[in-house]
Every structure is written in structure tokens, then in C-alpha cells.
């Protein structure tokens, strides 16, 4: 089921009377039978798009489409949605099985048909041995699988998920989101998922769309987003360690940082942000012309060795922080306190202007 929003506008007025613009003119449409993640950070409007598809808040202005149906009129029960929460909202006295069955009794299935398609959920979220138990004797994760059998038991036209996962500790976290992306493949029922963690989006979701302020930043694949940010935040957002951001400069199509040359673009001359991913820098020690500077801390994890340059006495910028961070091959023989000359990647540096648009 496609979903659109069109113009889809949420204004609360607050306690003050100030107007709050939730949600701001949304235009997007999520393709049908994929999982979107709905990305950003705290107060940007998740859980308000999500409360409107779902019908569960109404919106000042716009429309939303299921398919070729406007839903304004339609109230939550009618919409044919599965909801889960972040915490899982489980019926405590009742058992699995019943908390599963308990939304198939309001539709008054027929008796023989719900406990078949009970079973058949549980199965799916791989908890067939459990019907019997109580919420309180399972996991974190396995309460939220039962959250989820529960909410896909009515076979529902589109799941939304309100950061489902945050209530985990961190390894149950990544297991369970692993579950809700098989579940979502094989029922291929049209998903958003909301979180605020940039990593659980990019890991889980066929598409993301990110957003700030109740506006929407960008969407597309989470690869092509990370490689092709459309402005400063959404680079920001996204990527650990975070994209480096430096002041910069174009001086007869050069670009410059703090004077040392750093690659070539035909653009006229002006400041600009440089944004350099971690992972953009190569080493070339031969080269005493390129972008050079004392490393302060050497970090080795496994294959990969992180550089951390302290910024702090520099006259050069960097936006927000006083370090950057190069991650570089193991292999290489660095210690703190050697001075390291770098090659920057030119796909993985990005420039913007000084608004934060990339250019
Ligand atoms: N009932 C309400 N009355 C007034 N303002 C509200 C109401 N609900 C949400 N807001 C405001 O709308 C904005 C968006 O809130 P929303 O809950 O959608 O954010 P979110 O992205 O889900 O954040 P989080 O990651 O913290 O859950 C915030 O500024 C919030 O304070
Ligand atoms: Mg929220």
C-alpha cells in the first residue's frame, strides 16, 4: 500500500500560545511493500507523521493517501494499521497467545480462524514455543516480537513503528531489528520505522528520510544518501564518526583549507564548508605540499586505525569541534605526534556553502 502525504502540515500551539510547525509542508510519497526509516533528531516531528498516518492526530493542512484514498475522514480503527510502540504496551495479565489474539476478538473473527493466524504470527516473530507465557517471563525483545505479532495479526495495510527498539540493551537491539527487517520481507506490508539513531536507519531501511524541524531533508537509498548528502545537516547526521567539517575556501578553482590545497573545482572563488568523511583521507607521506598536520591520539580497532588531530592551537576551523578524525588502514606505521601529509578522496568531500547547501 503506497502512502502519500501531501502538504501534510501539523501546527500544535503550546502552553505560551506560540505555534509549534510539527510537521511543515510534507510532501512524500513511501513506496509500496518497503520498510522506510524515518530519521531524525529529538522534537524534528517523527512520532507526528507517524500519529497522522496512523489518524491518530489530526492535520491542520494537507492530505494523506492510502494508495488512491484520502484518510482524513477515516478514523484509526478503519485505516488498517499495525502500531508498535517503544514500549511494547502488552496486556501483563494476559498470555502471548492472548495478547496476540486480543485484536482478532474486537473483529470477531471466527474462533477456529483466529487461533490458526495466532499461531501463524508467533511463528513469523519465532516465538510458536512461548504462547503460553506471561509479557513478564520474556525479554525485552522477545515482548516487542509479541508487540509486533499482535500488530500484524489483523493483517494490516501499512506497519508504523515508533522507535520499537530503544527500550533494548544494545545487543538485543541489533538482533531484533534484524527480526523486523526478515519479518518485513516476507509479509512485504509497507513499514516506517521511527528512530533517532542514525545507524538503526541506515542499517534496516530500503529507503530513509531525513528530517529536521518538521521538514523533510532528504530521501533515498541509505547509501546514496551518505555519499550524496544534499546539504551540512543530513552529512552530519549521518556517518560514525561524524563527517568532518572544515572552513574553507575556492581561490582560483582550488579548494582550500587554511590555505593548503586540498583538490579542484570549477566554481567561483568563495568560502565554503568542507565536510570530509573520516574514511576520505589517504596517506602520502611523499607528498609535503598536500594537507599535513601533527597527529595528536593513534587509536587501532581491528583493521582499521583512527588518527585524532587536535585542533585546539591551530588557526584552522572546524565546525562545532576542535579535532577531526581520519580513519586509515592499520597497516600504516603512525604515532602520535608525526606529522601525517594527506590526499583527500573527492567523493568523499563534500562542499557547501555557507548556508549548508551542498554545491
Ligand atoms: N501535543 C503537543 N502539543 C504541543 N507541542 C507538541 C505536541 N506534540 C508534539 N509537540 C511538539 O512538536 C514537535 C515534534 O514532536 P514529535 O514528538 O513529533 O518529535 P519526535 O521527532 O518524535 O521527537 P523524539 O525523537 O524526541 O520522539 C516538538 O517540538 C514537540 O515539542
Ligand atoms: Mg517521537
Do not use: W
Request: hydrophobic content about 40%.
Amino acid at each position: 500500500m503506497e502512502i502519500k502525504m501531501a502538504n501534510l502540515t501539523k501546527i500544535f500551539i503550546s502552553k505560551d500560545k506560540k505555534e509549534v510547525h510539527a510537521v511543515d509542508h510534507v510532501d512524500l510519497v513511501i513506496p509500496s511493500g518497503k520498510l522506510i526509516g524515518l530519521l531524525g533528531p529529538s522534537g524534528c516531528g517523527k512520532s507526528t507523521t507517524l500519529y497522522l498516518i496512523a489518524g491518530l492526530l489530526r492535520q491542520t493542512e494537507g492530505e494523506i493517501y492510502f494508495g488512491e484514498e484520502e484518510m482524513s475522514e477515516t478514523p484509526p480503527e478503519k485505516r488498517g494499521i499495525g502500531l508498535v510502540f517503544q514500549n511494547y504496551a502488552l496486556y501483563p495479565h494476559m498470555t502471548v497467545r492472548e495478547n496476540i489474539l486480543f485484536p482478532l476478538e474486537n473483529l470477531k473473527v471466527e474462533k477456529e480462524e483466529a487461533k490458526k493466524r495466532t499461531f501463524e504470527m508467533a511463528k513469523l516473530v519465532g516465538l510458536e514455543e512461548m504462547l503460553d507465557r506471561k509479557p513478564k517471563e520474556l525479554s525485552g525483545g522477545q515482548q516487542q516480537r509479541v508487540a509486533i505479532a499482535r500488530a500484524l495479526v489483523k493483517t494490516p495495510r501499512v506497519l508504523l513503528l515508533d522507535e520499537p527498539l530503544s527500550n533494548l540493551d544494545a545487543r538485543l537491539r541489533l538482533q531484533t531489528r534484524e527480526e523486523i527487517k526478515r519479518i518485513q520481507r516476507e509479509t512485504k506490508i509497507t513499514t516506517v520505522f521511527v528512530t533517532h539513531d542514525q545507524e538503526e536507519a541506515m542499517s534496516i531501511s530500503d529507503e530513509i528520510v531525513v528530517m529536521k524541524d518538521g521538514i523533510i531533508q532528504q530521501m533515498g537509498e541509505p547509501q546514496e544518501v551518505y555519499d550524496k548528502p544534499t546539504n551540512l545537516f543530513v552529512a552530519k547526521f549521518l556517518g560514525n564518526p561524524q563527517i568532518n567539517v572544515f572552513d574553507g575556501e575556492i581561490k582560483n578553482k582550488e579548494i582550500l583549507i587554511e590555505n593548503m590545497f586540498v583538490g579542484k573545482r570549477d566554481l567561483p572563488d568563495q568560502k565554503v564548508f568542507i565536510g570530509v568523511r573520516p574514511e576520505g583521507f589517504i596517506i602520502d607521506q611523499e607528498n609535503k605540499s598536500s594537507f599535513h598536520f601533527k597527529v595528536d591520539l593513534v587509536e587501532t580497532i581491528g583493521r582499521d586505525t583512527t588518527l585524532i588531530f587536535d585542533m585546539q592551537d591551530d588557526s584552522i576551523n572546524i565546525l562545532d569541534k576542535k579535532t577531526f578524525k581520519a580513519i586509515i588502514d592499520a597497516g600504516f606505521r603512525i604515532k602520535a605526534g608525526d606529522v601525517v601529509h594527506f590526499n583527500i578522496k573527492p567523493e568523499k568531500m563534500h562542499l557547501f556553502d555557507i548556508n549548508g547547501t551542498i554545491l
